[in-house]
């Protein structure tokens, strides 16, 4: 199992880099696209495959590639946002109470099991992504923001199911490096189109947290990936425990050292969602 707390330790500290971004008034998106060719050189050093191209092209996984590849950077900047405007409990309940897509995915794709308790959690699961979002603030402030966590909700459960579903068992970091590097590509033309029609610069001290991400993003697929195979352990029941796992860190992480305040709502919908996620994992 020290594959599943490398990925829940490595994906928590995704949360905390972005509150570290607000902080020191770091450009989420020119840090992101740092953050993935840095990746995207992990998963290629990481890598013991032949690397040809071709192959790559001609693969079955690599229309995966290229959806996830977007998927990526709109995502991260949806994440970004979330963690600054909403919080970061907010940002990591979102994300990761999107446990539930790929739960439904496995139950019609792998036949994974499936009862009242499961469909009970699930629905309690999208209840508490709604209260945790809510935030005490005026109701024209909440409307405007509330639409990121949701976003972030189906956002992140696509790609955690879109992952399990087109990585190659043996090609994991090759997987994960292409997907990277196709992020960074994208993430250089919307960073070009930004410094050209806002007069934007690039800040170099984007590179140094952008590069220290990039490492832990990494690790975050790698590990997630290397976890999801092992054996007689069905994806529902380990993205729940990993996913709660994270919840209960980011939070406890936002509490104390970022300071955010957690209003009565807030707490009902972190509590339901680790309700909801015990009545999945338990079914």
């Known amino acids: 199992m020290i594959y599943l707390a490398l990925s829940i330790v490595s994906s928590t500290g995704i949360f905390v880099f972005f509150k570290i971004f607000n ?17 995207c050189i992990c998963g290629l050093i990481h890598n013991d495959k032949n ?80 209260l945790t979002a809510i935030k ?21 459960g696509i790609i955690d199911t879109s992952i399990n579903y087109f ?24 960073m070009v189109y930004k410094s050209i029609r806002f007069k934007k610069s690039f800040s170099l001290k984007s590179i140094p947290l952008g590069a220290t991400l990039g490492i832990i993003n990494y690790g975050s697929i790698y590990f997630l990936l290397k976890a999801l195979r092992i054996d007689g352990l069905e994806s529902s029941s380990l993205f729940t425990i990993n996913n709660v796992a994270i919840v209960a860190v980011s939070t406890l992480i936002g509490l104390l050292i970022f300071k ?24």
Request: hydrophobic share 55%; with cysteine.
């Open 167 to 190: 990585a190659p068992d043996n090609k994991i970091p090759l997987f994960s490096a292409c997907i990277f590097g196709f992020a960074f590509t994208i993430g250089c033309i919307l």
């Open 260 to 283: 955010e305040k957690i209003s009565n709502k807030n707490w009902i919908g972190i509590c339901l969602a680790l309700i909801s996620i015990v009545l999945v994992t338990l079914a």
């Open 23 to 39: 902080k020191y008034k770091i450009d989420t998106l020119q840090a992101i696209v740092v953050n993935y060719i840095t990746a």
């Open 51 to 130: 690397l040809v191209v071709s192959e790559i092209v001609s693969s079955d996984w690599f229309i995966g590639v290229i959806i996830l590849g977007f998927l990526f950077i709109a995502i991260f900047n949806v994440m970004a946002l979330t963690a600054q405007k909403n919080g970061l409990s907010v940002a990591s309940v979102a994300s990761k109470m999107s446990v539930v897509i790929p739960i439904i995915f496995g139950i019609y794709v792998y036949n994974e099991s499936i009862g009242f308790q499961k469909i009970i959690g699930i629905l309690m699961a999208l209840v508490a992504v709604y």
């Open 136 to 156: 005490a603030k005026d109701n024209s402030v909440v409307t405007q923001s509330l639409y990121l966590p949701i976003l972030l909700f189906f956002g992140s």
